[in-house]
């Protein structure tokens, strides 16, 4: 069994930072790829960032690039994402996941089988 418990979120003004966290149980955490996706309300969950099992790879959504950085650190089973800058729009439930192996999409969250609860992220203006 896998669980992914994000944290880090919280209320920031536009412009501000914040450092989201997601903790990994299990064993086999260091052989997934993993991602960030957003929801914000009355919106359709959209793809946000996802790195590569070793860390070589990165991919961002355009609305996010150059202001957010996925980061994953093997020995704590954590993968993070270091969100600067932010926007209103960037207001939204943040949810880590895990990639399946062999997935042919890094931007469909279909192609994600273990999810966590999410945490909120709200920037004001």
């Known amino acids: 069994q896998v669980e992914l418990v994000e944290s880090g979120g919280g209320l920031v003004q536009a412009g501000g930072s914040l450092r989201l966290s997601c903790a990994a149980s299990?064993?086999?955490?260091?052989?997934?790829?993993m991602g960030w996706f957003r929801q914000a309300p009355g919106l359709e969950r959209e793809f946000v960032a996802a790195?590569?099992?070793?860390?070589?790879?990165?991919y961002y959504a355009d609305s996010v690039k150059g202001r957010f950085t996925i980061s994953r650190e093997h020995a704590k089973n954590t993968v993070s994402l270091q969100m600067n800058s932010l926007k209103p729009e960037d207001t939204a439930v943040y949810y880590c996941?895990?990639?399946?192996?062999?997935?042919?999409?890094?931007?469909?969250?279909?192609?994600?089988?273990?999810w966590g609860q999410g945490t909120q992220v709200t920037v004001s203006s």
């Open positions: 996941a895990r990639r399946l192996r062999g997935g042919s999409s890094w931007y469909d969250g279909d192609e994600y089988d273990y």
């Open positions: 299990g064993r086999t955490f260091s052989s997934y790829s």
């Open positions: 790195i590569s099992w070793n860390g070589g790879f990165t």
